[in-house]
């Protein structure tokens, strides 16, 4: 199936957006002061219910509860898959390096490329493969000088390789099912799954009044926006594709932590950063080829 140049624009334009909110959370979550990790992650998550709560009403206004109800088993499978997401990530970051952490997420391209082929019959071009190869380099460059992969951070590092998985069958399942059921209420979900997950680990919660404003800030802007944005730019490109542009969070990310909490990027930073910049710029700016699909 060849994606019209118009409808391929507005996906690669939303994803790019999806990963300049997601890139957020760490200059953010460097100003709060009490909760911990797994409060952070519970708040986080609650929030983004909260918001989407919002969002689905806005969007749906008086039929909201019934597009909930009827996002069927996909929607379910996309929900537990967001809840994977957010909740392995914070996960990882408190038993792993966040050099770790990022690495082994940024998989994501791959796996959404194998559960693309897999589920769709989504066949990549060489561009696109070429275009994965260069960010995941741009990627170990950024990180790799920080990379350990230690028994005691083991557990972690599994826990990281979770979010690549469900990320990659989440972008699968908005790609299939983007005629068929709105899944942007699987988001709500994802985030209500995550925050029962996590409060049994968050209690006692400690966190001030200033971490939950900037919690609030995180579960609206950084995690319901972003997803819900990336749920729409899925009906418009490949799975990979998806997940590739996404990686722009990474270069984003270094970048809002220099401004706003003084951590200067390293030369390996900047270094990979160009790179995973440079093959962002080759994947969008790329025409659109017919790509083989199975019958």
Excluded at 88 to 109: V, Y
Excluded at 111 to 118: I, Q
Excluded at 209 to 216: F, I, P, S
Excluded at 233 to 242: K, L, N
Aim: charged fraction near 10%; include cysteine; hydrophobic fraction near 60%.
């Amino acid at each position: 199936m060849t994606p019209q140049p118009a409808s391929r624009a507005r996906g690669i334009v939303l994803m790019l957006c999806t990963g300049l909110l997601w890139s957020t959370a760490g200059v953010v979550t460097r100003h709060i002061d009490r909760a911990s990790g797994a409060e952070i992650t519970f708040w986080r998550s609650a929030f983004c219910a909260l918001a989407m709560v919002a969002i689905v009403t806005i969007l749906h206004r008086g039929e909201a509860a019934a597009r909930l109800l009827r996002i069927g088993r996909a929607g379910a499978l996309s929900g537990a898959m967001w809840a994977v997401m957010f909740t392995c990530f914070m996960l990882a970051l408190t038993r792993t390096s966040t050099a770790n952490t990022l690495i082994i997420t940024s998989l994501s391209p791959l796996a959404a490329a194998l559960f693309g082929w897999l589920l769709l019959g989504e066949r990549l071009a060489a561009r696109t493969w070429a275009a994965t190869g260069l960010a995941l380099a741009g990627i170990a460059i950024m990180f790799g000088g920080d990379l350990h992969a230690g028994g005691a951070r083991m557990t972690g590092n599994l826990i990281a390789l979770l979010v690549p998985v469900a990320a990659g069958l989440n972008f699968a399942l908005l790609r299939s099912a983007r005629t068929r059921v709105d899944l942007i209420p699987a988001v709500l979900v994802g985030g209500a799954v995550s925050a029962a997950a996590m409060l049994p680990l968050a209690l006692p919660l400690r966190a001030s009044a200033q971490d939950l404003a900037l919690l609030a800030l995180l579960g609206a802007f950084q995690l319901a926006a972003p997803c819900a944005l990336a749920v729409v730019a899925a009906r418009h490109i490949s799975a990979a594709e998806a997940a590739l542009i996404g990686l722009s969070e990474n270069v984003f990310g270094p970048f809002w932590a220099w401004l706003g909490a003084g951590e200067v990027p390293s030369r390996n930073a900047m270094l990979g950063g160009a790179v995973v910049l440079a093959a962002l710029i080759a994947q969008v700016s790329a025409r659109p080829r017919r790509v083989a699909r199975r019958a």
